[in-house]
């Protein structure tokens, strides 16, 4: 299918419970670059770069996300690959 990005922020009870660790930990066993970020709001926003249905499948995963999460809604937007290379949290 070919390279593309995604930039999902997700909402719910997701900052405090290890769900930027347990993120980037699925986008690596993914191939995927990119990041994982606590926004101000309580959200977590995430980019995800790599083959389509790999990233796709770490949208799916971000809707449920680790058991201590408590995801409530995502937005999901497409965005140009920026070329990151590897996953980071911050």
Do not use: C
Request: aromatic letters at 6%; proline letters at 3%; zero cysteines.
């Amino acid at each position: 299918m070919g390279e593309m990005a995604k930039k999902i922020r997700v909402s719910g009870v997701v900052q405090g419970v290890g769900f930027r660790f347990y993120t980037q930990r699925e986008a690596e066993k993914l191939g995927l670059s990119g990041y994982a970020h606590n926004l101000p709001d309580g959200r977590v926003e995430v980019l995800a770069e790599g083959e389509a249905g790999q990233v796709q499948r770490l949208v799916d995963w971000l809707k449920v996300g680790p058991s201590s999460a408590l995801v409530e809604d995502i937005e999901v937007e497409e965005v140009a690959p920026g070329g990151h290379r590897g996953f980071e949290t911050g």
